[in-house]
């Protein structure tokens, strides 16, 4: 049984509503140890007989046989196979990859075997020893004669140890001296026990092999001996071959991009410009939120919230509605990270009175622990005895204009308006002492839980507490935490049972607003994103465009179309991890120079970008880049093979 058969093969192209025969029942066989010349005019299906016997060409009739093996039914992932582990390709144009030195391009079919990454590079300078390559190992082809990338194709197509060598005019675009040479190479390869055929239209190359074959009008006109084959030792491959795993892949694409790099580097540019933004305006909104924060929490207790009750949905406002219990009181308490929380009252509007001066305030409020900041009482103390107010520098001043400090001490009317069951007004009065004055960012009057209980005493009307003042432990970080549980406690109803009140009110409402304006500003940003992905889906359009012939290269040395989709995938994902560097980085000095300017103002790091801000932009963006690579990669993995190897 011969070694490779070939049966009946008929091939015909279809164009212009008719039928061009170009092969019409080629029928041969061949065995290793032969040089085999098929000799021909151009036209006459000496290539294509070549890419059916490759495995490049699957649309014919009639069978090839490998081993007695028949390639007609394979499908696409088995003929890869068939090519990677049988078939070594020797070209005309020499076909080398050009973004790859000259032990590269040997190592791409190693890539596909099972050797380590040593010996792949162990076996690629030994090829290149043999063509006499080796002191030129770290070219590129560029740099390299006609007949120094002819040798190194050589040494390519030996490299995986194919059983058989296929060679299209391989002296086509040589000199008479490298001709001699190449074909002195190839006669050794027979010699070595492989396959070896040579398409040409030259005579003199046909006398160089064992035997020739000539076609004329898609039919074998002559098949002469003109030696005998090659005696053929059995022996045992020393590696298999496999798919190009990721990694020799990634290796690939990166060569690529280093070769490109000034191009690539504009690429980068801009594509880190539109990351930037976007990372920016994050950090922007982080420190614009911390500095309103901070300005906040620097004039009142950022721990200890107030909390009341929520009104329900459909439900007439009241007071009663508006009580807080003892069992509130305990709910809060149980709350995880809740130190403690005390019951108090809160009455709207107020009212001073002394002699004939007279001031307003918007609450008169029982004092709690954390109530007022220590550093914004300017004068006195808070109100730790019966009687005893704490007032604020602008009701103060409605009393004693140029020294409203010295009002510490003195005795004023308090008069406050509480609503009874039925929501009627009452008017609660005591005199009180001042126990000492804020400054103006108190915009209530305190009194003591004791002062507030004996008002409505005397005016025979129930105390009855309607907010909870929540002290929260483990500082700042757990007061949004605590709040959000808070606000996502249920009633009977299963609505919202409490709202937060107070400063922390104020402050979850800026920082809301801040949010939203800052993801506003990022959405903005993040359009320059979208640019970034169109111009990404371009460059690799094109880079397909200009790698077509590559694509087919690596498609006859056996990469799998998944192996292609991967090349092109790495390659945007390589895009994306520079452009993300490079992005974060200009993003971390925008931010030293803008805090340096605003350290100096207002004495606070304006923006603050978050390690968390960084990554999420760099991974967003590589996303983003892997998914702008999907149709240029599925376009590359679709090129016909041979169409691909005959683009220029």
Known sequence: MAYLELKDIRKSYHIDNQDFHVLNGISLNFDRGEFVSILGESGGGKTTLMNIIAGLDSDYSGDVLINGQSLK????????????????????????????????????????????????????????????????????????????????????????????????????????????????????????????????????????????????????????????????????????????????????????????????????????????????????????????????????????????????????????????TNQDNRQLNDLKNVKSSTLGKFLSGGQFKAADKTASVQYVQTYYQGAILKKNIKSGTIPTKDNQVLINKKTAQSFNKNKPYDMTGKKIQLFANAPDDNGQPHVLSREVTVSGVTSDINPMALVSSNTMKSMFSSASMKYEPNFAAVNIAGGVPNVQPVQDKIKSLKGSNKQAKYQITGAGAIVSTLNTYINVAVWVLAGIAAISLLVSAIMIIVVLYISVAERTKEIGILRALGFTKGNIRNLFFSEAFILGVFSSILAVIIAYLAEWGADAVSSGAIKYAIVQISPMNAIAGAVVFILICLLAALAPAAKAAKLDPIVSLSSE
């Open 73 to 324: 039914k394979d499908t696409s992932k088995q003929l890869d196979e068939y090519r990677r582990s049988t078939i070594g390709f020797i070209f005309q144009n020499f076909n080398l990859v050009n973004h790859l030195t000259i032990q590269e391009n040997v190592m791409v079919s190693l890539e596909m075997t099972t050797l380590t990454h040593k010996q792949q590079e162990e076996r690629a300078i030994e090829l290149l020893k043999k063509v006499g390559l080796y002191d030129h190992r770290n070219k590129y082809p560029n740099q390299l004669s006609g007949g120094q990338m002819q040798r190194v194709s050589i040494a390519r197509a030996l490299a995986s140890d194919p059983d058989i060598i296929i060679a299209d005019e391989p002296t086509g675009a040589l000199d008479a001296k490298n001709t001699d040479d190449i074909l002195e190479l190839m006669n050794e390869i027979a010699e070595d026990g492989k396959l070896v055929i040579a398409v040409t239209h030259s005579q003199t190359v046909a006398n160089y092999g064992t035997r020739i074959v000539h076609l004329a009008d898609g039919k074998i006109d002559e098949d002469k001996i003109l030696k005998p084959a090659y005696p053929v030792e059995k022996s045992k491959p020393a590696f298999k071959s496999r798919p190009a795993k990721l990694g020799s892949i990634f290796q690939m694409a990166f060569e690529h991009f280093k070769y490109n790099f000034k191009r690539n580097l504009l690429i980068i540019f801009g594509a880190a410009i539109g990351i930037f933004s976007v990372i920016f305006m994050l950090g922007l909104g982080n420190g614009v939120r911390g500095y309103i924060n901070h300005e906040i929490y620097s004039e009142v207790n950022p721990t200890t919230i107030q909390v009341s009750r929520k009104q329900k949905q459909g439900e007439n406002p009241s007071p009663k509605n508006s009580l807080m």
